[in-house]
DNA sequence: TTCCTTGCAAACGATTTGCATTGGA
DNA sequence: TCCAATGCAAATCGTTTGCAAGGAA
């Protein structure tokens, strides 16, 4: 079996989440204020990565731009969010996996949205050996590897 | 067998390659002008990906760099070159697939320098398999995937 | 009280575009 | 010849930052 849109299957355990990231962000001094709880908040109930002009339109005016893309930023530096870059080079903002789960995305090239999706773990596994396998060959040693995948949603297909 | 670095092995081909982009230019009425036969001379003999930046440099003033923009803009359109973005954010510019072959990256957390690597085929068809998987799993119809392998490259490792 | 955080406005850097000029088929 | 391509300067757009004011421990 499949699992996608992990977090939004996961609010019940917000609250754990919550605690988590107020300890990591007193580890490096900073508070859990309100800005910061709104876009975590917002991050934790997207099916994927967002932007910041989502996030300013879903915070409609509660958090200014520029206070915006600084929580972005202090979230980053204290290892709370991953930033990412679309297609357009507008940069996309998702919870860390060590808050998510290890994932990949699918990409809809019709309507642009952006799903996580957590292959079973045996798949995973395999992935693994084979990015591994393709490193080694190469003289590299992998670290981390990011698998996207583009494609029509169910949505956009049946258009 | 791995292959990797394929475009710098296949110079011996790019008088062939040079014939195809012509015609497809011509295809879409543009002309093969000197600063574009530049940009793709630079981009065939570079083992991976270029930013703007760097072509700029690498030809040295002759092409300012609202012309070089230009130029990358004509070359994507006419499906040549293809685009993608670092975690920075900044474009990185590369020859399309179906003038290199299908292939995937190796980023270097170390000094930034990405690579190309062309999985030998069975490899290949192993994560297509995955992919079509995963994507159909969600409810996608996969049409394209990218892999990219974050590490350390030998030189990085070694230090 | 002491820092951290905020919000506004201004600065930035990568990329795009208007417009007059040049150049290639 | 004639339309595409060029190059400069100015405009965009996402993002970052200086600075003074506000807020939490």
Redesign the pocket.
């Known amino acids: 079996m499949l699992l996608y849109g992990v977090m939004t299957s996961c609010t019940r355990r917000s609250d754990e989440t919550t605690r988590l990231i107020g300890t990591r962000?007193a580890d490096v001094?900073?508070?859990f204020?309100?800005?910061?709880r709104l876009v975590v908040r917002a991050l934790t109930e997207s099916p994927g990565p967002m932007?910041?002009?989502d996030l300013h339109e879903t915070l409609r005016g509660?958090?200014?731009?520029?206070?915006?893309?600084?929580?972005?930023?202090?979230l980053e530096g204290a290892g709370i969010l991953a930033r990412e870059?679309g297609s357009n080079?507008?940069?996309r903002h998702e919870l860390a996996e060590w808050l998510t789960g290890h994932h990949h995305h699918l990409v809809c090239t019709g309507c642009g949205v952006v799903q996580d999706v957590t292959p079973e773990p045996a798949v995973e596994r395999e992935i693994v050996g084979f990015v591994d396998h393709i490193a080694t060959a190469a003289g590299y040693r992998a670290t981390d590897h990011r698998l996207d995948i583009e494609g029509t949603c169910a949505a956009c297909t049946s258009k």
């Open positions: 962000l001094g900073a508070r204020t309100r800005a910061r932007i910041a002009a509660e958090v200014p731009l520029s206070s915006l893309y600084r929580t972005l930023s202090v870059h080079g507008v940069a």
